[in-house]
């Protein structure tokens, strides 16, 4: 589970596989992961929070599908800046990808610690890269990588810790906040919410609201409410306002509303007839409402934890994306080189249907393709290599479920003359697609 709530992974490492000859980067990450685990007290490794591909490509291999959603769902990049990194096509699409969704809209650079193995071309890099605090792992002779285990090594893996230390706790800190509802009368659940307060701030979460006047005033605890992730009720002597309060929860809050009965606290009257009726009135296995009755403060925590990494982003950001291109599984590789020529040229998101390389159901199919259709401003269908016959039920439903997007074809080979005879209307260079976005960009 990610330290940073709305991510899957904490850390990207992103590599040239030239780089990782002996094992380096492989023993870099392993360090690195086991000294952020000492100084922020959590497991920080491949399995927990970091993403390493420990990769030997072959040549022509396709970009997985499953390299670009790790670094959509990353809160960091930490790329190993060498030249060999700089002219990766993989490396560019694994930058490319992360910055196409940042964890709760952070600025790129509070998400980016470059590292530097070998000496590379300033006039490489973009002025992101260049004004990122980088971190030299060069040896003495400022051509080849420090040795693994060295002192050396070891002090540069515990300062770059300690640094990533801080922005992640910066990220964590950003993360939607957490509403803490008004505790019943009664000196121990007083302290119970002060503590559940003090516990959270002291775990990098925001909690709400910061003043306990708030509650006297519905219209300040419904706003507090819309802009959490998570919300907390004590029950167990809770008033009107309290409980109206929980409802409200249920309908607005943007995740799960837990409601906790601490153990020894009983239920009024009061509290058992609304319960009942609360919970018949929600809607079935909804997954937005949870109900801790006789546990400690620790299990407390502890659900909050389950249910903040439960509802974390989803992988597909429902903002429109300015471009998406369209086509079947055989022509991916063809739209794949388009969007790299277009980002090349211009600063616009550029989507792809990257879920078309995993193995699915018909209907999770279906489901993808409304997704990614309907967040879209406008659809490039691309005809390749598949029949274009297979791309009419696409463009069906593209019209069904996302009519306001335009569409426009883009016909390559193989018989491309043939095809622009047909379809004269269609773009079939990488300059008329150009013109197309270039409006959209100016937006």
């Not at 392993?30 to 959590?42: K, P």
């Not at 622009?420 to 409006?439: C, F, G, Y």
């Amino acid at each position: 589970m990610a330290f940073v709530p709305s991510c899957r992974f904490d850390l990207f490492i992103s590599y040239a596989t030239e780089n990782n000859s002996e094992g380096w980067v492989e023993q870099f990450q392993a360090a690195l992961g086991t000294e952020l685990s000492a100084l922020i007290g959590r497991k920080f490794s491949p399995k927990e929070s970091i993403y390493f591909d420990k990769r030997e490509l072959e040549m022509g291999q396709s970009f997985p599908a499953e390299l670009a959603a790790a670094a959509r769902d990353s809160a960091m990049l930490v790329p190993i800046l060498s030249p060999s990194y700089l002219t990766s096509s993989w490396c560019y699409r694994e930058r490319t990808d992360f910055f196409s969704q940042r964890p709760n809209g952070a600025a790129p650079a509070s998400c980016l610690a470059p590292i530097l193995v070998r000496p590379i071309d300033e006039q490489g890099l973009d002025a992101l890269y260049r004004n990122a605090q980088r971190f030299s792992f060069l040896g003495a002779d400022n051509q080849t990588p420090l040795a693994p285990g060295s002192p050396e090594w070891k002090t540069q893996i515990y300062k770059l810790a300690g640094q990533l230390k801080s922005a992640l706790e910066r990220l964590r800190q950003s993360c939607k906040p957490i509403f803490v509802g008004e505790a019943p009368e009664g000196e121990r659940l007083q302290k119970l919410r002060d503590w559940c307060c003090k516990e959270l701030e002291r775990r990098h979460f925001r909690a709400v609201p910061e003043s306990l006047l708030v509650f006297q005033d519905e219209n300040g605890v419904v706003a507090n409410l819309k802009d959490a992730g998570l919300s907390v009720h004590f029950v167990g002597g809770a008033d009107e306002a309290a409980l109206n309060a929980i409802e409200t929860s249920a309908q607005v809050c943007t995740g799960p509303t837990i409601l906790y009965q601490a153990f020894g606290e009983a239920l009024t009257n009061d509290e058992q007839f609304w319960l009942q009726e609360f919970e018949h009135q929600l809607p079935v296995a909804s997954g937005r409402y949870q109900k801790l009755q006789g546990k400690n403060d620790q299990e407390l925590l502890a659900l909050i934890d389950e249910q903040i990494a439960s509802h974390a982003r989803p992988v597909t950001d429902h903002a429109q994306v300015p471009l998406a291109l369209v086509c079947e599984e055989p022509d991916l590789n063809g739209a794949r080189e388009i969007k790299e020529q277009i980002l090349a040229r211009c600063k616009i998101d550029v989507g792809l249907p990257d879920f078309l390389a995993g193995r699915m159901t018909a209907m999770e199919r279906l489901r993808k393709w409304k997704d990614y259709l309907t967040h879209s401003q406008r659809l490039l269908f691309y005809y390749g290599v598949a029949a274009r016959d297979h791309l009419e039920p696409i463009c069906l439903k593209a019209e069904q479920v996302n009519s306001g997007a335009a569409r426009s074809w883009f016909v390559a080979p193989p018989d491309l003359e043939a095809k622009r005879h047909e379809h004269p209307d269609a773009l079939w260079n990488i300059d008329q697609v150009i013109s197309l976005v270039q409006p959209a960009q100016s937006a």
